[in-house]
């Protein structure tokens, strides 16, 4: 049996509202603590992520909804990120200092982690970054591609060549 994406899509968010009275405090917010995020996976298809601790309320769904269990909620991340993100803005000068290459931090929710990427993964600047920063199991280090630019495109003569929009596709 074969599922669209917008069947697919519509059967993840059933999912989480069938659940839902289940949760006495569900009403409290969205979304609720058994809900740990949702992406696409390679064929296309909505995969919702689950926080494991409350598999068993999900052994009986049809295999057409694509469930995937992780270790935290997609509150407990965003929670977490918004302590990392006041960290870095009021600890500018800090950061700097410890010289960690940080090119950029986010949710993964396909991975049920928060990613921190760096120039340098090595031991020694991990610890640096968890002594100073978080000693989060949510943070996961990543590797960070180098920056590189690509030269602009030459005429015949060498002589670097705009990139521009012709007039007559402004007309």
Do not use: W
């Not at 990613?115 to 970054?129: C, L």
């Amino acid at each position: 049996m074969k599922i669209n994406k917008s069947i697919s899509f519509a059967l993840a968010a059933l999912l989480l509202f069938a659940a839902a009275p289940v949760f006495a405090d569900y009403a409290s917010g969205f979304p609720p603590e058994h809900y740990g995020g949702m992406y696409l996976d390679a064929d296309g298809a909505v995969v919702t992520v689950i926080v494991e601790k409350y598999r068993h309320l999900y052994d009986h769904y049809p295999p057409e909804v694509k469930i995937r269990f992780g270790r935290f909620s997609l509150q407990e991340l965003k929670e977490k990120m918004k302590e990392l993100s006041d960290f870095m803005a009021e600890n500018e000068e800090t950061v700097r200092d410890l010289d960690l290459g940080i090119g950029g931090y986010g949710i993964d929710e396909k991975n049920n982690c928060i990613f921190v990427e760096m120039k340098d993964t090595s031991d020694e600047i991990i610890a640096r970054f968890k002594n100073t920063i978080s000693d989060s199991e949510m943070i996961v280090f990543v590797q960070r591609e180098p920056d590189i630019e690509e030269p602009l495109p030459h005429d015949d003569e060498g002589d670097d060549v705009e990139e521009a929009t012709p007039d007559s596709a402004l007309e």
